[in-house]
Nanobody, 127 residues
């Protein structure tokens, strides 16, 4: 049974930092990527960053480029997201995703390209 569990969310002032973790268990098949998504109240879920299962080829949303860093530790079965210089607009529930089944770069950060999801962790950034 596939299971993803996020941790590390919290509340910080603008300009602060947080580090999220996602611990994975189970077999994802021949999935080639894992990703972080977020969803703010009243908004659609959006891709934040994704990485291949070798830990390379990261792809970031323009809104987080240069501030967020995604990484994967296969030995620990854990996906990370380090978030620096946080802004109030980064406030959202952050989700870990696995089981990528898309094709092409344009699908790598789309919610519909992933089969498995964690329950999410809340990130709140105050101004």
């Amino acid at each position: 049974q596939v299971q993803l569990v996020e941790s590390g969310g919290g509340s910080v002032p603008a300009g602060g930092s947080l580090s999220l973790s996602c611990t994975a268990s189970g077999y994802f098949g021949r999935s080639s990527r894992m990703a972080w998504f977020r969803q703010a109240p009243g908004k659609e879920r959006e891709g934040v960053a994704s990485v291949n299962t070798a830990g390379g080829d990261p792809l970031y949303a323009d809104s987080v480029q240069g501030r967020f860093s995604i990484s994967l530790d296969n030995g620990k079965n854990t996906l990370y997201l380090v978030m620096d210089n946080l802004k109030p607009e980064d406030t959202a529930i952050y989700y870990c995703a696995a089981g990528y089944h898309g094709e092409g770069v344009s699908t790598r950060n789309l919610p519909g390209s992933y089969a498995y999801w964690g329950p999410g962790t809340q990130v709140t950034v105050s101004s």
